[in-house]
């Protein structure tokens, strides 16, 4: 089965958001099939970070990456999430 690589970047609300703790929150939320590879932060400004996490998934989820993007924004302290990249990791 061919899987691919989704760049999800999650907004805090703040700079008082446990950035690690909304990490483990999104990855004990991540359907079958969905595993974090990598996350780190991305200065924003004045402070302010971003988590991005490296997700991989079946290609043929359904819905696409619409689903990783609802269940970030859903949690308690995030502003909001899009995915800023895809790449297939299999041929």
Same mark, same amino acid.
């Given at each position: 089965? +061919?899987?691919?690589?989704? /760049?999800?970047?999650?907004? %805090?609300?703040?700079? &008082? +958001?446990?950035?690690?703790?909304?990490?483990?929150e999104l990855v004990s939320q991540l %359907?079958?099939?969905?595993?974090?590879?990598?996350?780190?932060?991305? %200065?924003?400004?004045?402070? !302010?970070?971003?988590? /991005? !996490?490296?997700?991989?998934?079946?290609?043929?989820?359904?819905?696409?990456?619409?689903? !990783? &993007?609802?269940?970030?924004?859903?949690?308690?302290?995030?502003?909001?999430?899009?995915?800023?990249?895809?790449?297939? !990791?299999?041929?």
């Amino acid at each position: 089965m +061919t899987e691919v690589m989704v /760049v999800l970047k999650v907004f %805090p609300e703040g700079d &008082e +958001t446990d950035l690690e703790k909304v990490a483990n929150e999104l990855v004990s939320q991540l %359907p079958q099939g969905h595993k974090l590879v990598r996350k780190e932060t991305e %200065p924003i400004a004045f402070g !302010l970070k971003a988590l /991005v !996490l490296y997700i991989s998934m079946p290609e043929s989820t359904e819905g696409g990456t619409d689903r !990783l &993007e609802e269940l970030a924004s859903g949690i308690s302290g995030v502003s909001h999430a899009e995915v800023v990249g895809i790449t297939r !990791l299999g041929f």
